[in-house]
């Protein structure tokens, strides 16, 4: 189906047309133009896409045409976080009251007394496994009756733990509902519990596009602890923008956003440790454009959809080819550019070999014309090879011997065994010096021009 296809050529209520048009959709994206008629025919579904495809509404726009007010859940979406599970509430909210009807999120960390009187009125629901298999033990909720149950970034859900939650969940729901599967990547423990739980599903695998993040332009920055920061700050000057920045603990996504913060950036961090009042209220700043940089761990962005991201920066390398994926996605979303930039120090770049064999492509090196907030030192562990000695290229003055270059370091405090292989020829010769002792070798007045040589980028 056609990519420019409009929402009126779906066969969609004028309720629903109505709701498209107050947010200013008109014509649907590729996974929404795939996966919207045959749900409105009563098919299950199953979706592989990424992040950023417009999937959210290619659930919703199918639940509101089909169900009805009245007593009772009628629809279900299933999220990892509370972010996610928000950000779908927030969206059905919005058709939902064209067709006269309510809504709710539950999740935990908020109040339950307050999600269980909304919950009386509620004809669907968006909810975290935790606080949904809560209400429905304490009978404040009852999927009993529901026409529609949504499985939203189910790899998600596999990766946190939350797969026997959804089977005791769905196992406690009418036989007689459609099933609504999404996933960015398809592992065997999903695809089993779809074939458990769904009747013949259409299926749409847009994987091609999913894995390799087409639409986004992809760089590796080669640079080591030393100079990170400093780095960073050069691209948040030269290119201005819209960031999320991604590392990969709690604890040093709240030093980093401290440092941007101290160095006068607009950034703020989300992460675990954070209450989910403070987490809300950053990810409405940052959603509303007071804050420009959010820095966050990957458990705290998977419920984060923000329009016009234009960097996505992996601070931290991911460990797991998928996270990366999925990190990238929140970048270059519903067919706007995006840039996404993974900074790798010389014993990461193991990573980055398995991320490029898993996209099937080779990141480009990201040259950035300009400095920063923060004076780039030389990281000579950076700059060091594998046996741990950095090679340096000088001018010769004179003729000199191998043992004439030994003896002059010997007075710098480097010793013989310190000292590499030594190359000469008539105008230039090089020479290798132990890391620990590198910093010395630009002073000594020995030699004449003396620079570190340059490095491949992709070697150790």
Known sequence: MSK??????????????????????EQATGVQAEAIPPALEGNDVIVQARTGSGKTHSFLIPIFEHIEGGEGVKA?????????????????????????????????????????????DASFVAGTPGRVIDLMKRGELDLKNIDFFVLDEADRMLDMGFLPDIRWIISNTKKDKQVMLYSATMPSEILKLAKKYMEDPHKILLSEDDVSAKGIDQYFIRVGKTNKLATLSALLDTEPGKYLIFSNTKKWTQILAEKLQRLGYKAHPMHGDMSQSARTKTMNKFKEGNIDILVSTDVSARGIDVENITHVINYDIPRYEKDYVHRIGRTGRLGKDGKAITFVAGEELEFLDRIEEYIDKDLNIKEIEGTGRIKMKTDYSELSNIYGMVPFRFSLKEDISKWDIVKN???????EEEVGKIELDEETGEVEVVQSKASRVPNIDFFDNIEVMDKDPRRR
């Open 4 to 25: 420019t296809t409009k929402f009126e050529e779906l066969s969609i209520n004028r309720n629903t047309l109505s709701a498209l048009e107050d947010i200013d959709f």
């Open 76 to 120: 279900i979406v299933m999220t990892p976080t509370r972010e996610l599970a928000q950000q779908v509430e927030l969206e059905a909210r919005k058709i939902a009251k064209h067709h006269g009807m309510k809504t709710v999120a539950i999740y935990g960390g908020a109040s339950i007394r307050r999600q269980i009187n909304k919950l009386k």
């Open 409 to 415: 370091m010997k007075k710098h405090g480097i010793r």
